[in-house]
T-cell receptor, first 111, second 113 residues
């Protein structure tokens, strides 16, 4: 079963704008990860944030984690057409050696 | 350094048949997990193999089985295929002692007709 929901399900923006995606989850976690998927192919790992971290940056990516609200957000700054893809959050749940994925956000960046 | 390699890339099978999908993990990784991704949905965990044993299993029927070989590569077998088994099957490798570091392959697209 899916861990939680991602919001929005779809997002369309212009190149250069920022894109924000949100993820909610239900259980206790070791870490939360964000992945990108192009055209139904393999998943590319973007960033991992541990349960004791609140914010993490990697290039144009900024991730926040609020364990009290069981939520995370992914911000992509200065988006490019090449950022067009589906983005998934996945939780590495405490006591379970598996990732539980959200339903994904489809991002379309218009050139 | 090769990443995760999956074969075949695409596969078409008939209802009731059996299928075997293969995965070679990233160099240095010893754990392999399999996921099923239906169209428009997030991946769902099938099972994980470590030290040639199934260590964890998701909510999938026992028509889904697997194997891990001494070289850490893995197979996913699905028997008595149903139309609903049509999906992208993803393999992910990791190092057992390293929490959270998963590398995914490009997947096998299975179509059951």
């Amino acid at each position: 079963s899916q861990q939680g929901e991602e919001d929005p399900q779809a997002l369309s923006i212009q190149e250069g704008e920022n894109a924000t995606m949100n993820c909610s989850y239900k259980t206790s976690i070791n870490n939360l990860q964000w992945y990108r998927q192009n055209s139904g192919r393999g998943l590319v790992h973007l960033i991992l944030i541990r349960s004791n971290e609140r914010e993490k940056h990697s290039g144009r990516l900024r991730v926040t984690l609020d364990t009290s609200k069981k939520s995370s957000s992914l911000l992509i700054t200065a988006s490019r057409a090449a950022d067009t893809a589906s983005y998934f959050c996945a939780t590495d749940d405490t006591g379970r050696r598996a990732l539980t994925f959200g339903s994904g956000t489809r991002l379309q960046v218009q050139p | 350094d090769a990443g995760v390699t999956q074969s075949p890339t695409h596969l078409i099978k008939t209802r009731g048949q059996q299928v075997t999908l293969r995965c070679s993990p990233k160099s240095g990784h010893d754990t392999v997990s399999w996921y099923q991704q239906a169209l428009g949905q997030g991946p769902q965990f099938i099972f994980q193999y470590y030290e040639e044993e199934e260590r964890q299993r998701g909510n999938f029927p026992d028509r889904f089985s697997g194997h891990q070989f001494p070289n850490y590569s893995s197979e996913l077998n699905v028997n008595a295929l149903l139309l609903g088994d049509s999906a992208l099957y993803l393999c992910a490798s990791s190092l057992n002692r390293n929490q959270g570091g998963y590398t995914f392959g490009s997947g096998t697209r299975l179509t059951v007709v």
